[in-house]
């Protein structure tokens, strides 16, 4: 068997995917080793991306930002007017946690398991057959529950301003079932990821079941639930019913600094970030040009300080213990808060292609760190590494620097999905921090 890609070196210089060479991992026989997996539920879709004016969005019946579901007519008349008029420019496979796993097995070079729905018959060249070829052959689909129609449609909308807009034309994506989800792959799981669209669906529609179903044996099994916020619409709809959610069900929350104020109040990521701890044991807060924030927990008697400057903020000094590895509050007899912050890598692109998925792109790489987290323990469980019960292999500042440079991998390309993983060795380091 193949061990996985691990997400990187004890170097803070740079942050890149190496193959482990802990020697005790050599030692294990090779029926020990056994993998680790990211398992994750999405609405099966295709990206239909077209630039438009202001006039467009309105016209039908859209709003500015927004990630809007549409009926089937409105569908049909909107995108004979972006073919008529030749505006679409790119046809990608989408789906936040589509995009999500896909970059996970890209990164890791490993398995992740999708579920969600697919067409029973697909045709070649439908949307359905797109999806399939743009998703890595490492992201099993074997648990896709077949329909007989065709899969959802997400209009991605780019105004003058670089400014998106979602309209999306459901097909079958919400008939997911509780039955088509498997409890032994959530039980073997280092992580379920969902995301707050699942729970947007039409009454009689099972996907919102489908997805409660998945949790049940998430937490039957003590599987970590991540769960990533959408758009800060989706959010300000009902702030105090996704507090409760994140509190009852949910172990690590991913979203911007928006979607981080409609949940909290707070505009300030690390604010918001702080605030969100209440209910979760780990954050990941991107905020655009800002860069990224990360919080959670650690055990008091096993934190580390930084060697990095100490950071201003709401929180002064807040990164001071940031080598720290992250920690489920359950599992800290006595639980600390760390946080942790990183400016774009290199500044950020100097032309960016597209902001889309830049953010999915961040919690793919957590979830690298934690399921090399997971493989790690089960083939050397007596590393000093497990001597608590650690959600992440790396420290929080570890995480933010390879979380914030896939991210730039993202900016840096069109399409929300990573066309191959990161580079071996990064142009921008000087050749002689190679040759140690
Ligand atoms: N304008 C920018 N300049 C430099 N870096 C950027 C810029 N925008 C985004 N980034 C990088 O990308 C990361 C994620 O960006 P952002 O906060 O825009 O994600 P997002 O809104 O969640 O994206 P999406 O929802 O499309 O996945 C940031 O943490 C930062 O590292
Ligand atoms: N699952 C899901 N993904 C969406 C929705 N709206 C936009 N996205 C995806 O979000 C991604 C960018 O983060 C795009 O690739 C879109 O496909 C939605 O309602 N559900």
């Known amino acids: 068997m193949v061990a996985m890609k691990f997400p990187g070196q ?21 029926g020990d080793i056994d993998t680790a997996y990211i398992v994750g539920i999405d609405q099966t879709l295709v990206d239909i991306e077209a630039s438009v004016d202001a006039s467009f969005i309105d016209r039908y ?14 569908a049909e008349a909107l995108y004979r007017e972006l073919t ?71 209009f991605t909308l780019i105004s003058d301003n670089g400014e998106r807009t979602f309209a999306i034309s459901p097909g079958m994506m919400n008939q997911l079932r509780p039955e088509s989800i498997p409890e032994d792959v959530i039980a073997g799981a280092s992580a379920l990821v969902l995301t707050a669209y699942l729970v947007r669906c039409k009454p009689g529609e099972p996907m919102r079941e489908a997805t409660m179903q998945a949790i049940e044996y998430a937490k039957k099994h003590n599987v970590p639930v991540v769960l990533t916020l959408g758009t800060r619409y989706v959010i300000a709809d009902d702030p105090q019913w996704w507090r409760d959610f994140l509190r009852d069900h949910i172990s690590i929350v991913a979203m911007n600094e928006e979607e981080g104020q409609a949940l909290t109040g707070f505009a300030d990521p690390l604010a918001a970030a702080d605030k969100a701890l209440e ?76 902001t889309n998925g830049a953010g999915d ?12 987290n997971g493989y790690h323990r089960t083939n050397v469980p007596n590393s000093s590494k ?51």
């Open 84 to 154: 008529d008029k030749k505006l679409i420019t790119h046809e990608f496979a989408g789906g936040t946690i589509g995009n999500t796993l896909h970059n996970y097995s890209v990164l890791a070079d490993d398995r992740s398991v999708l579920l969600g729905v697919m067409c029973r018959d697909v045709r070649i060249g439908s949307y359905a057959y797109r999806y399939l070829c743009n998703t890595s052959s490492r992201t099993d689909l074997n648990y896709l529950q077949g329909v007989d129609g065709p899969i959802g449609r997400c």
């Open 386 to 436: 497990h001597q608590r019960i650690y959600l992440t292999y790396s420290s929080l500042a570890q995480v933010c620097k390879y979380a914030n440079r896939v991210s730039y991998q993202v900016l840096n390309q069109h399409s929300p999905r990573l066309t191959r993983g990161l580079p071996e060795r990064e142009d921008s380091l000087e050749e002689s921090y190679w040759e140690r």
């Open 361 to 372: 792109g961040a919690l793919s790489a957590l979830l690298h760190d934690i399921a090399a």
């Open 61 to 74: 019946g859209l709003s500015l930002g927004h990630s809007l579901v549409i009926e089937d007519d409105v």
């Open 279 to 354: 209910w979760v044991d780990l954050v990941l807060c991107t905020a655009g040009p800002v860069g990224l924030y990360m919080a959670s927990y650690t055990e008091e008697n096993g934190k580390r300080k930084t060697q990095h400057p100490l950071l201003p903020g709401v929180i002064p000094e807040f990164n001071l213990y940031e080598f720290s590895r992250a920690m489920r509050r359950a599992d800290c007899q006595t639980p600390v808060k760390i946080y942790s912050h990183i400016a774009p890598y290199m500044g950020g692109p100097e032309r960016i292609m597209n």
């Open 10 to 30: 004890r170097k803070s210089k740079h942050y890149f995917p190496v193959n482990a060479r802990d020697p005790l991992l050599q030692m294990a026989q090779p």
